[in-house]
């Protein structure tokens, strides 16, 4: 037995993990570099020859059971076993992971055929092809060190949630399509209402309309009806009289009726105030009107006695436009659209679109799983530790799937294969280099709607 002074400056010794640097891809032979690389080796070559001395009383007894690939405890679990371990048939047991974790960590005694294992005899007889592997591991110690819970995954546990899901995601798609069927066909707005149909609106004091008005959408198009500027100044007082005549009847299209209009009460309403605006704002202003185009300044359209001839213009014009843009159509590749035939924005963007938008789990019930790709661990986060139960842990924060960073990366297969073995959860790859861990993870996100039907 060593004696009381060795004893006393290991248990007071540091044991921290020294702290890596940044790593140097490329050697440069530099004198510098190797002195670096050397200080590294020794301390941590010093930490791990160092002799690790632990209270007898403190390391809760355990043995080492190889046909059932697990460690059975021989006294009671200490705070461990609050999110580690199980029970069965009357006795405690812990996972080889588990057990090899609370060795390195100086909280158990692992005994086989009456010996104590060593750090290095635990990590030979306990991480193997039928229960972990070393990245696997290195995985699960990582994790533990940061705080999470880390549980082996069962994909018994999760069967019955990835059937609700697959049908939770075919009942929308059938939602979805029913929506459609039952969605009534687009009405577009007119300008020509029935006969009788005034087109000025009064205030409730004077008038009343002559017409009840439409349930739901209106049928009118307001953006294209010009309506008289009864606000401005010139308007007030170059005509004395309070009320707008009626257009000429062959201007309006179709059987439109139009009455007189009285504006007195509306011009009370209206804030006559000039709108006061920098220099800046003009120079804005002024910009925008000279490259606004005006239709009542086009010499065509001023020759237009009636509205038939305005609309034979616009049948021409189109005519023209289609017979410039003919050639188009008769190469290999024609555009998308022909911009002679109306469409609306919402459309428009679904020819044009080169991404559409997929569900991670579209298509994933089909994909048979992999033993190349397998789920390891479910985690749960730090803070949920002191209200963890075992028996009810509830919805973990993620699922693990452990790789390696010389192995393959994973095709759109395996993450749909993936995605659906762990239904709602965001599963993590754990890519490990050599000890080093980088965690990667591939959400599910939905393109932005620029226009809504």
């Given amino acids: ?241 309070s009320s707008l005549l009626p257009p000429d009847p062959c201007l309006l299209p179709g059987s439109l009726a139009v009455g007189v209009c009285n504006v007195a009460p509306w011009r009370q309403r209206i804030n006559l105030r000039e709108v006061k605006m920098s220099s800046k704002e003009q120079r804005t202003e002024e910009d925008k009107q000279r490259h606004r185009w005006d239709i009542n300044k086009d010499r065509e359209v001023q020759r237009c006695r009636n509205w038939t001839e305005y609309r034979e213009l616009l049948v021409r014009r189109e005519g023209k436009r289609k017979g410039r843009l003919e050639h188009l159509w008769k190469r290999e590749v024609t555009p998308l659209h022909d911009p002679t035939q109306p469409i609306s924005t919402e459309e428009l963007l679904e020819k044009i679109s080169v991404t559409q938008s997929t569900d991670l789990l579209e298509g994933a019930s089909s994909i048979k799983g992999s033993d190349e790709w397998r789920i390891c661990f479910n985690v749960y986060q730090p803070d949920t530790v002191a209200d963890f139960k075992k028996s009810n842990p509830g919805k973990p924060y993620s699922r693990m799937c452990v790789c390696s960073f010389d192995g393959p990366v994973p095709d759109l297969r395996a993450i749909k294969g993936l995605a659906l073995q762990s239904g709602d959860v965001p599963v993590v790859f754990a890519v490990v280099d050599y000890g080093d861990i980088s965690f990667y993870t591939f959400k599910d996100f939905q393109l932005p709607t620029d226009v809504y039907p």
């Fill in 1 to 241: 037995m060593p004696p009381p002074s060795e004893v006393f400056a290991a248990r007071s010794r540091s044991h921290k993990i020294p702290v890596r640097g940044q790593k140097d891809f490329f050697p440069d032979d530099s004198e510098e570099q190797r002195r670096r690389l050397e200080q590294t080796l020794d301390e941590h070559w010093s930490l791990i020859s160092e002799e690790r001395v632990e209270r007898l009383g403190n390391l809760v007894k355990a043995k080492w059971i190889p046909s059932e690939q697990m460690v059975e405890l021989q006294t009671p679990a200490g705070k461990f076993w609050q999110t580690m371990g199980f029970s069965a048939d009357g006795k405690q047991h812990l996972l080889p992971e588990e057990a090899l974790y609370l060795m390195e960590c100086g909280s158990l005694q692992v005994f086989y055929r009456d010996l104590p294992l060593s750090i290095q005899d635990g990590y030979e007889k306990f991480l193997s092809s039928s229960t972990v592997s070393l990245q696997q591991y290195q995985v699960f110690g990582h994790l533990k060190r940061l705080g999470y819970v880390v549980l082996r995954f069962e994909p018994s546990h999760t069967a019955e949630q990835d059937i609700c899901t697959n049908d939770r995601i075919e009942e929308d798609k059938c939602s979805h399509g029913d929506e459609e069927d039952k969605k009534p066909p687009e009405s577009h707005p007119t300008a020509a209402p029935g006969p009788g149909r005034t087109w000025w609106v009064t205030d409730d004091l004077g008038h009343q309309l002559d017409h009840q008005p439409v349930s739901g959408c209106s049928r009118w198009n307001f953006s294209a009806i010009t309506f008289p500027d009864v606000g401005s100044t010139e308007s007030s007082t170059e005509s004395s009289s």
